[in-house]
């Protein structure tokens, strides 16, 4: 189902400060796009200038009076994370919306972030956890809504709690699980957390189905040189109306991050949630546990801290 055929109503955003990661393309070039289009003045924080600055013009392109700009951050790096939140702090313009979407799938061969964590845990998770974390004042000012996006693959696997950098053994799908897993537990966790203390901050999840993104597509950067067969099947498959496209994959993150009253969990609606608009949906049996969230949390504090006291080698 082509994703032109749905939509969801973005509200007006005039006056609201909002910051999307992994902006630079696809999906999160998409979601940039339509909140600026809706009034918010939009932060694109990236690692890569170039394609910011790229995807800053293909924004304007479409909204010539878009109120957008580029930060620099690369969440692999704790130290990146921590120079983009003092900025933002700096700045003290209260944040109205977050939309935690960067992300990084299945390098072939196990990498570490500039702080020795396997790369999907540190840059899904860790990173941005530190990023919310160093962000709370102004996202409580801002009586914020954090959206971050999962995957299906949160329906799948464990936390690796006894190799949670997966040292003794790596499994690049396995580890994809883990960092998302981890990452919704998190999401939970800052809606509950935010409830009981009165920080004024919802937090809620969405997951984009399954489309032609460059998640699986080629990747030096990670030493993937060419697309994988995967990614090469689910453009055939989304051509032929089967899977999502790159359009459709934005709505649920956009739904959840903009619509009034937002539940906890937001994905397509057709073909086992793999594509279609999107909706409201159960919680996957992995993120139901309290107690494996605390868990999250407070190891995710530890992790963090100690990560930053390092001060980070490079990789």
Same mark, same amino acid.
């Given at each position: 189902?082509?994703?032109?055929?749905?939509? =969801?109503?973005?509200?007006?955003?005039?006056? *609201?400060?909002?910051? =999307?990661?992994?902006?630079?393309?696809?999906?999160?070039?998409?979601?940039?796009?339509?909140?600026? /289009?809706?009034?918010?003045?939009?932060?694109?924080? =990236?690692?890569?200038?170039?394609?910011?600055?790229?995807?800053?013009?293909?924004?304007?392109?479409?909204?010539?009076?878009?109120?957008?700009?580029?930060?620099?951050?690369?969440?692999?790096?704790?130290?990146?994370?921590?120079?983009?939140?003092?900025?933002?702090?700096?700045?003290?313009?209260? =944040?109205?919306?977050? @939309?935690? $979407? /960067?992300?990084?799938?299945?390098?072939?061969?196990?990498?570490?972030?500039? &702080?020795?964590?396997?790369?999907?845990?540190?840059?899904?998770?860790?990173?941005?956890?530190?990023?919310?974390?160093?962000?709370?004042?102004?996202?409580? +000012?801002? *009586?914020? #809504?954090?959206?971050?996006?999962?995957? @299906?693959?949160?329906?799948?696997?464990?936390?690796?709690?006894?190799?949670?950098?997966?040292?003794?053994? !790596?499994?690049?799908?396995?580890? !994809?699980?883990?960092?998302?897993? +981890?990452?919704?537990?998190?999401?939970?966790?800052? /809606?509950?957390?935010?409830?009981?203390?009165?920080?004024?901050?919802?937090? $809620?999840?969405?997951?984009?189905?399954?489309?032609?993104?460059?998640?699986?597509?080629?990747?030096?950067?990670?030493?993937?040189?060419? &697309?994988?067969?995967?990614? #090469?099947? @689910?453009?055939?498959?989304?051509?032929?109306?089967?899977?999502?496209?790159?359009?459709?994959?934005?709505?649920?993150?956009?739904?959840? /991050?903009?619509?009034?009253?937002?539940?906890?969990? !937001?994905?397509?609606?057709?073909?086992?949630?793999?594509?279609?608009?999107?909706?409201?949906?159960?919680? !996957?049996?992995?993120?139901?546990?309290?107690?494996?969230? #605390? *868990?999250?949390?407070?190891?995710?504090?530890?992790?963090?801290?100690?990560?930053?006291?390092?001060?980070?080698?490079?990789?």
């Amino acid at each position: 189902m082509s994703g032109k055929k749905f939509d =969801v109503e973005v509200p007006d955003l005039t006056g *609201r400060r909002a910051v =999307v990661t992994g902006a630079s393309d696809g999906v999160g070039l998409g979601i940039a796009g339509r909140l600026a /289009a809706a009034g918010a003045e939009v932060l694109m924080p =990236v690692r890569n200038q170039r394609k910011g600055e790229a995807a800053v013009a293909e924004i304007r392109r479409r909204t010539p009076d878009a109120n957008v700009s580029l930060r620099s951050l690369d969440l692999s790096s704790l130290r990146s994370v921590a120079a983009l939140t003092e900025t933002l702090l700096a700045e003290g313009e209260p =944040v109205h919306i977050l @939309i935690n $979407n /960067a992300g990084v799938m299945t390098p072939p061969e196990r990498q570490t972030t500039a &702080d020795g964590f396997e790369l999907q845990f540190g840059t899904n998770h860790l990173g941005h956890f530190a990023l919310v974390m160093g962000l709370l004042p102004v996202l409580k +000012a801002g *009586r914020a #809504r954090v959206t971050s996006q999962i995957s @299906i693959a949160a329906n799948q696997g464990a936390i690796n709690w006894d190799d949670l950098n997966w040292e003794r053994s !790596y499994s690049g799908g396995k580890a !994809y699980s883990q960092s998302k897993i +981890a990452f919704g537990l998190f999401g939970l966790e800052l /809606a509950r957390r935010s409830e009981a203390g009165g920080w004024g901050i919802t937090s $809620n999840l969405s997951h984009p189905g399954v489309a032609p993104t460059s998640l699986l597509a080629a990747r030096p950067e990670i030493g993937r040189d060419g &697309d994988t067969f995967g990614v #090469r099947m @689910i453009r055939v498959l989304s051509s032929a109306g089967v899977l999502g496209t790159v359009e459709s994959a934005q709505l649920p993150a956009l739904l959840a /991050a903009t619509t009034p009253d937002a539940a906890e969990f !937001y994905g397509p609606s057709r073909v086992s949630h793999l594509s279609g608009p999107p909706a409201e949906q159960a919680l !996957y049996s992995r993120l139901r546990s309290t107690e494996e969230a #605390r *868990r999250v949390w407070e190891v995710s504090e530890e992790l963090v801290a100690s990560g930053l006291r390092a001060g980070g080698t490079g990789r």
